[in-house]
Antibody, heavy 114, light 107 residues
Framework: QVQLQESGPGLVKPSQTLSLTCTVSGDSINNGSYYWSWIRQPAGKGLEWIGRIYISGSTNYNPSLKSRITISVDTSRNQFSLKLSSVTAADTAVYYC??????WGQGTLVTVSS | DIQMTQSPSSLSASVGDRVTITCRASQGISNYLAWYQQKPGKVPKLLIYAASTLQSGVPSRLSGSGSGTDFTLTISSLQPEDVATYYCQKYNSAPLTFGGGTKVEIK
C-alpha cells in the first residue's frame, strides 16, 4: 500500500521560499500510471489545488500561483518537491501531497510568520 | 479556467434523510469529476470518481450522478458518520479545481 509523507519547515518567514518534500513508499515514483500533486488548505477553509507533476517531468500549475511555484521530482530518492517563493501570511496552510486522486499524505502545517 | 460551484455551502439534516449536494462546472467537463469527504481534522478521502463510480469501500448509500456541467452527490439515508465537508473536483484538464465545499451536519 502506497504511503506519502510530507516534510519541511513548519515556519517560514515572509518573502522567503517555502520548500516541502513528499516521500513516497510502497510504490515507485517512476510508476507512470499516476501524477503527483500538491494541494493546500488554510485553516477553516477549502481545498486549493497547487499543481502536479508527471514522471516525464511535465507539470501543471494553478494559474493563481504559477509565477511562484516549482514542482520537481527526484526519482533516485522516490520523492517529489514543492517550492513556493515570496510567501506571505496568505500561504499559511496545511499542505498535502497526493498520488493521483486517491492517495494522500497526512498533511503538514506551514505557517508564514516573522 | 473552469470554475466549480457547490451548493449549498452547508446543510443540516436529520438521520435517515436523503441529502443532495450539487456541483456545477462553468464549462462542460464530461464526467471527469470526483467527490471527496473530509471529516474534521482528517485527510480528504476520495468517494467517487468519473462522476458516478464509487471508490472501493465507500458505503452504497452514497452515489454520484451527472455529466457535462451539472453533478450531484446523494446520501440516500444520512448517518452520523457522514458528518463532514464534501468537495467536488474536476480533472478533465489542469487546473484541477475544487469546489468550495459543502458542510453536512446532523439536525
Amino acid at each position: 500500500q502506497v504511503q506519502l509523507q510530507e516534510s519541511g519547515p513548519g515556519l517560514v518567514k515572509p518573502s522567503q521560499t517555502l520548500s516541502l518534500t513528499c516521500t513516497v513508499s510502497g510504490d515507485s515514483i517512476n510508476n507512470g500510471s499516476y501524477y503527483w500533486s500538491w494541494i493546500r488548505q488554510p485553516a477553516g477553509k477549502g481545498l486549493e489545488w497547487i499543481g502536479r507533476i508527471y514522471i516525464s517531468g511535465s507539470t501543471n500549475y494553478n494559474p493563481s500561483l504559477k509565477s511562484r511555484i516549482t514542482i520537481s521530482v527526484d526519482t533516485s530518492r522516490n520523492q517529489f518537491s514543492l517550492k513556493l517563493s515570496s510567501v506571505t501570511a496568505a500561504d499559511t496552510a496545511v499542505y498535502y501531497c497526493a498520488r493521483g486522486a486517491r492517495d494522500w499524505g497526512q498533511g503538514t502545517l506551514v505557517t508564514v510568520s516573522s | 479556467d473552469i470554475q466549480m460551484t457547490q451548493s449549498p455551502s452547508s446543510l443540516s439534516a436529520s438521520v435517515g434523510d436523503r441529502v443532495t449536494i450539487t456541483c456545477r462546472a462553468s464549462q462542460g467537463i464530461s464526467n471527469y469529476l470526483a467527490w471527496y469527504q473530509q471529516k474534521p481534522g482528517k485527510v480528504p478521502k476520495l468517494l467517487i470518481y468519473a462522476a458516478s463510480t464509487l471508490q472501493s469501500g465507500v458505503p452504497s448509500r452514497l452515489s454520484g450522478s451527472g455529466s457535462g456541467t451539472d453533478f450531484t452527490l446523494t446520501i440516500s439515508s444520512l448517518q452520523p458518520e457522514d458528518v463532514a465537508t464534501y468537495y467536488c473536483q474536476k480533472y478533465n484538464s489542469a487546473p484541477l479545481t475544487f469546489g468550495g465545499g459543502t458542510k453536512v451536519e446532523i439536525k
